[in-house]
């Protein structure tokens, strides 16, 4: 069993920056894939970024390549989500998954975190 708790939500000035940390609990945590997820307002949930078990690989939507970077500290239980140069599109509830398997770009991840709201004003 995998708990994930997000944090580091809130509301940012466009061209901003953001940090969000997701902390997980459970021993196996070091052999999920991980990843962020975002839905904004009446639209579907979006894959924003993944990372492997190993750290090996990462992935990104295209709209966030350059501007967003998922980094995962093992000895902690954490991955964190740094978020430049954010757009007022980017405004989304952010969720935190977890998954055994490789990452994926669907919603298909075995646990999820409640979600932490990122607000990016014009």
């Known amino acids: 069993q995998v708990q994930l708790v997000e944090s580091g939500g809130g509301l940012v000035q466009a061209g901003g920056s953001l940090g969000l940390s997701c902390a997980a609990s459970?021993?196996?945590?070091?052999?999920?894939?991980m990843a962020w997820f975002r839905q904004a307002a009446g639209k579907e949930r979006q894959f924003v970024a993944g990372?492997?078990?190993?750290?090996?690989?990462?992935y990104y939507t295209d709209s966030v390549k350059g501007r967003f970077t998922i980094s995962r500290d093992i000895a902690n239980n954490t991955v964190h989500l740094q978020m430049n140069s954010l757009k007022p599109e980017d405004t989304a509830v952010y969720y935190c998954?977890?998954?055994?398997?490789?990452?994926?770009?669907?919603?298909?991840?075995?646990?999820w975190g409640q979600g932490t709201q990122v607000t990016v004003s014009s």
């Open positions: 998954a977890a998954r055994r398997l490789g990452v994926v770009y669907t919603a298909a991840y075995d646990y």
């Open positions: 459970g021993r196996t945590f070091s052999t999920f894939s």
């Open positions: 990372i492997s078990w190993s750290r090996s690989s990462t």
